[in-house]
């Protein structure tokens, strides 16, 4: 029965739509870093080669020696990659590309939670075309944003569920996810 005029909001809504939104998303993100020139420039040059060194057996160095000022998850990410694709930029640019577009998932589903599905489709049809989000991560960031907000809002997400559904153990992932972000 519904008291004020508004629909259920269920709590877990998988669309084909949706999934065909988050690889549309991914995939306009990878087009984009490779069609538009970028220089890798600034602290991503420092995570690309962390990345490298430790996926080749040097550790977690930098110039010779341990590296302590940088995080360490985003250079894993990029080195893991990096053996797939043998080339450090494309390793970071389909990084910015996977975590670009299952961000969508995650903030879908928290407005779902919040807002309702019809505010939940334009968020993640705005998130998906948002061009601070699609474009200008390649030239003004580190790339370690995407791989940092999608672990943010998956913490968001685990205490949003853990909060709803008095899951306490939830929150217990919330913050571990939120450590995976400060590392990132």
Not at 12 to 35: E, G, K, M
Not at 60 to 86: A, D, N, Q, R, W
Not at 106 to 112: K, M
Not at 117 to 133: I, N, R
């Amino acid at each position: 029965m519904k008291d004020s005029g508004q629909e259920a909001r269920p709590f877990v809504i998988f669309h084909p739509a949706l999934l065909l939104l988050v690889v549309t998303a991914a995939l306009l993100r990878l087009a984009l870093s490779l069609y538009f020139p970028r220089v890798v420039w600034g602290d991503e040059s420092g995570y690309l080669l962390l990345g490298h060194n430790l996926v080749t057996g040097n550790g977690f160095t930098y110039t010779g020696y341990p590296e302590l000022h940088f995080p360490p998850l985003h250079p894993l990410f990029v080195g893991l990659l990096s053996l797939m694709t043998g080339d450090l930029e494309m390793a970071s640019n389909l990084e910015n590309a996977i975590f670009g577009g299952l961000l969508l998932l995650l903030v879908f589903g928290i407005a779902v939670r919040i807002y309702g599905s019809q505010t939940a489709w334009l968020t993640a049809v705005l998130l998906a075309l948002f061009a601070t989000l699609t474009v200008s991560v390649l030239y003004w960031g580190s790339m370690s944003e995407p791989p940092f907000l999608f672990l943010l809002f998956s913490a968001l997400a685990l205490f949003l569920a853990a909060l709803e559904g008095q899951r306490f153990w939830m929150f217990f992932a919330a913050g571990a996810v939120l450590g995976l972000a400060y590392l990132t």
